[in-house]
């Protein structure tokens, strides 16, 4: 049974990783509350993949504690929570020897499910997550890198997880693919009504999913909030340098690409409906042409009467 709605699915308290004498994780505390989207963010290093394999159980704390459903990782058997939270791994982590559809069912198939409800779940999840049911057919090599990721999607989502763990799942995709999926994500986490951690690179990607944002660096939480909370509000001159690091590369490209001026791109992630990158877009209309100019011999030259 999932746990009251006040009550974290997941949470770390004073959680130490080190590798050596370094601390990828260093006294992280956080909690990642049902039906909520959680997005950790931060610098390449600083701890939100670690963050990720601590969850379902593929690291161990040196020290601190890792609570799943209010009970104490360490307490539970890691098969069965690990059957309770969906894990998207970087690029998707698809098995190439099998099928779009091996790739999903492998585990509802090892633990005993029946072909009618493993055939049921399947056409669900083509749906929720928008793939072609008939392209569950093919290698993860014939797939576009888009269908991949909702195959992978749809391979954390089989069981019906309480939890969902994504760790950069779009961060391969180009520009187009990735704003079409970023789109759909949006709207299954809120129609899943699940705890979603997702981890990425990008601002405006944690933005336009999270409930609330976590920004590390070098293994601590450095601030956590909106992203208006981060943007208005830093709580220190890292927070203030990450920002306006990523507010420059946005503008950048939607400069580039004609899609927003620079000046409203901070509006257009904080208040504006985001709109789908490959809908046409309206243009203002052309002037008219201006007339050619005359020289003043011409100007000045007989006009020839007109022929009968």
């Not at 089989?158 to 949006?186: S, T, V, Y």
């Amino acid at each position: 049974m999932p746990p009251p709605l006040h009550s974290p699915m997941l949470s770390l308290e004073d959680v130490i990783v080190r590798y050596g004498d370094l601390a990828a994780l260093d006294g992280v505390s956080v909690e990642f509350p049902p039906a909520k989207t959680t997005a950790l963010i931060g610098p390449s290093g600083c701890g939100k993949s670690t963050i990720l394999r601590i969850c379902i159980g593929l690291l161990r704390p040196d020290s601190g504690r890792v609570l799943f459903d209010g009970r104490d990782l360490g307490d539970q058997s890691l098969l069965e929570v690990r059957r309770r939270i969906g894990y998207v791994i970087q690029e998707g982590g698809l098995l190439p020897h099998l099928t779009g559809r091996g790739n999903v069912t492998l585990v509802a198939r090892r633990i005993g499910w029946a072909r009618d409800r493993i055939a049921a779940r399947v056409d669900e999840l083509a749906r929720m997550t928008r793939m072609d049911a008939d392209m569950l057919s093919r290698f993860p090599h014939e797939l576009s890198g888009g269908q991949r990721q909702r195959v992978a999607l749809m391979r954390a989502l089989m069981l019906d997880p309480d939890a969902l763990l994504m760790d950069e799942p779009l961060g391969a995709l180009d520009p187009m693919i990735r704003a079409d999926l970023q789109e759909d994500l949006r709207a299954l986490f809120r129609a899943l009504g699940k705890s979603v951690v997702i981890v990425t690179h990008d601002l405006a990607e944690a933005g336009y999913f999270a409930d609330e944002i976590v920004l590390l660096d070098a293994g601590r939480i450095v601030q956590r909030g909106r992203l208006s909370d981060l943007a208005q509000r830093p709580a220190n001159d890292f927070v203030r340098s990450f920002v306006t690091a990523q507010r420059r590369a946005h503008e950048m490209a939607e400069a580039d690409a004609g899609e927003f001026s620079p000046s409203c791109w901070w509006p257009s992630l904080c208040c504006a409906p985001r709109q789908r990158r490959n809908s046409p877009r309206p243009r203002p209309p052309r002037p008219p042409p201006t007339p050619p100019r005359l020289s003043k011999a011409s100007s000045s030259a007989p006009r020839s009467s007109p022929r009968a």
